[in-house]
């Protein structure tokens, strides 16, 4: 598809051919509205022995999802400028078209785009990582934040987004991990300020460890409190309807406590294939805090209408940890 210097310098656009084999792509587009509207799209492909581009829907008002299949054919990236293409609905910075069988239709306009911006030698958020040729999934932050204008109608039920605001992210590889929890939210008192994080089981050549992601922006400073930053998780515990987690650099501690709203089943990728499942919510809460070295405090707020994810039944990470600690 798109020559390779083109994916190294975009992680936006499509980073797979359609030839790959038990291969996933998609798109994560989410937006809040004033009034309480939230809808999470996220367009993609599959490619293995099911392959087929899809659409799948998030409703955070209804708490309902909706998945649906089209043709490889149909799914039409775009490089310059980037766009994901699928049937008659359409993916960019500049916005969202959708007409999903009559049933999710409207259309949303961006502006504002905030992209995450990286060191030359690293590539996007996931740095140095990013240039490993085996990693299991490869992810990508393309929008902290920006403004979201436009109508949605969901069968039949209109959603109105009027000074919201926007997140837009990706993932591609061939699974999700065995373990992960991945949490983010724009909706803090200060428009512009977003916090991404994410943690996971992450396999590497015989064996796997524990890395994360954590991006947080704020009076348009961006933090970096990433694995291959130098940042450390001191303690991670789940409670009864969340996650509390600590993350230390030289420089700064990041405190999270974040409360899991209505979740919902998705479906995520297992070998390339959609047979996974994601649960969801985009009406969580996620308390966040900054510190230096001196503790002086940073930043302090709460995040509202946030998405999160809890993917450990086993207690894979959170013993991972411990044991991480106990041999440190």
Same mark, same amino acid.
């Given at each position: 598809?798109?020559?390779?210097?083109?994916?190294?310098?975009?992680?936006?656009?499509?980073?797979? %051919?359609?030839?790959?084999?038990?291969?996933?792509?998609?798109?994560?587009?989410?937006?809040?509205?004033?009034?309480?509207?939230?809808?999470?799209?996220?367009?993609?492909?599959?490619?293995?022995?099911?392959?087929?581009?899809?659409?799948?829907?998030?409703?955070?008002?209804?708490? =309902?999802?909706?998945?649906?299949?089209?043709?490889?054919?149909?799914?039409?990236?775009?490089? %310059?400028?980037?766009?994901?293409?699928?049937?008659?609905?359409?993916?960019?910075?500049?916005?969202?078209?959708?007409?999903?069988?009559?049933?999710?239709?409207? @259309?949303?306009?961006?502006?504002?785009?905030?992209?995450?911006?990286?060191?030359?030698?690293?590539?996007?958020?996931?740095?140095?990582?990013?240039?490993?040729?085996?990693?299991?999934?490869?992810?990508?932050?393309?929008?902290?934040?920006?403004?979201?204008?436009?109508?949605?109608?969901?069968?039949?039920?209109? =959603?109105?987004?009027?000074?919201?605001?926007?997140?837009?992210?990706?993932?591609?590889?061939?699974?999700?991990? &065995? &373990?992960?929890?991945?949490? =983010?939210?724009?909706?803090?008192?200060?428009?512009?300020? &977003?916090?991404?994080?994410?943690?996971?089981?992450?396999?590497?050549?015989?064996?796997?460890?524990?890395?994360?992601?954590?991006?947080?922006?704020? %009076?348009?400073?961006?933090?970096?409190?990433?694995?291959?930053?130098?940042?450390?998780?001191? =303690?991670?515990?789940?409670?009864?309807?969340?996650?509390?987690?600590?993350?230390?650099?030289?420089?700064?501690?990041?405190?999270?406590?974040?409360?899991?709203?209505?979740?919902? &089943?998705?479906?995520?990728?297992?070998?390339?294939?959609?047979?996974?499942?994601?649960?969801?919510?985009?009406?969580?809460?996620?308390?966040? @805090?900054?510190?230096?070295? %001196?503790?002086?405090?940073?930043?302090?707020?709460?995040?509202?209408?946030?998405?999160?994810?809890?993917?450990?039944?086993?207690?894979?990470?959170?013993?991972?940890?411990?044991?991480?600690?106990?041999?440190?």
């Amino acid at each position: 598809m798109f020559d390779l210097l083109s994916r190294l310098r975009d992680p936006a656009i499509f980073q797979g %051919n359609l030839g790959y084999k038990n291969y996933f792509e998609g798109w994560y587009f989410k937006q809040v509205g004033l009034n309480g509207a939230k809808i999470a799209v996220i367009p993609g492909v599959s490619l293995s022995e099911d392959s087929h581009a899809f659409i799948q829907v998030f409703d955070g008002c209804s708490g =309902q999802s909706y998945y649906f299949e089209y043709p490889v054919e149909a799914f039409r990236p775009e490089k %310059n400028p980037f766009a994901v293409v699928i049937g008659d609905n359409r993916f960019s910075y500049a916005g969202m078209e959708l007409n999903l069988e009559g049933r999710v239709t409207g @259309s949303l306009s961006y502006s504002g785009i905030t992209p995450y911006n990286w060191k030359w030698y690293e590539r996007g958020v996931m740095g140095w990582y990013g240039y490993v040729p085996f990693m299991e999934t490869y992810h990508g932050l393309l929008s902290l934040d920006h403004r979201v204008e436009g109508v949605i109608s969901i069968e039949g039920d209109i =959603q109105t987004f009027k000074e919201g605001r926007g997140y837009v992210e990706k993932d591609w590889g061939k699974s999700f991990p &065995s &373990s992960w929890i991945w949490m =983010q939210s724009n909706g803090f008192n200060e428009q512009g300020t &977003s916090l991404m994080f994410s943690t996971a089981v992450i396999p590497w050549l015989s064996s796997s460890f524990i890395g994360h992601l954590a991006i947080l922006r704020f %009076n348009n400073k961006t933090f970096n409190l990433s694995t291959y930053r130098g940042g450390k998780i001191i =303690q991670l515990d789940k409670t009864e309807n969340g996650v509390s987690i600590y993350v230390q650099t030289k420089t700064h501690l990041l405190g999270i406590k974040a409360i899991q709203g209505d979740s919902v &089943s998705l479906k995520s990728p297992v070998e390339g294939l959609m047979t996974g499942r994601t649960i969801e919510s985009l009406d969580s809460t996620i308390e966040v @805090s900054l510190t230096n070295k %001196n503790g002086d405090v940073l930043f302090a707020d709460i995040g509202l209408d946030a998405g999160l994810e809890i993917m450990d039944d086993n207690d894979e990470l959170v013993e991972g940890l411990q044991l991480k600690d106990r041999l440190s």
